[in-house]
């Protein structure tokens, strides 16, 4: 990714190709919150890959851990996207 973007209070870099970000907790009664990120890419990739996942902390688990984890092929079509 092209560096030099301000990103949310929320984010931070965490290498020159991974941005972190904290949602906070996701409440069982609804309520979406909303995180936008407008990054770039360096150099013009056909596609890319966004990965999505939950970190757990204060020994609370997930019952299926398998859906954690999610991989999002996102394709150059020059559309926002939303995840």
């Not at 904290?22 to 069982?28: C, D, S």
């Not at 309520?31 to 990965?51: K, M, N, Q, S, Y």
Request: net charge negative.
């Amino acid at each position: 990714m092209a560096g030099g973007f301000d990103l949310p209070p929320a984010c931070l870099w965490s290498s020159d190709r991974v941005v972190s970000c904290r949602t906070g907790e996701l409440k069982a009664t609804g309520g979406v919150g909303e995180l936008a990120l407008d990054l770039r890419t360096a150099g013009h990739p056909d596609e890319l890959t966004v990965d999505i996942t939950t970190a757990w902390r204060d020994g609370v688990a997930d019952r299926n851990p398998r859906n954690d984890r999610h991989r999002v092929l996102v394709l150059a079509t020059g559309d926002p996207y939303v995840f």
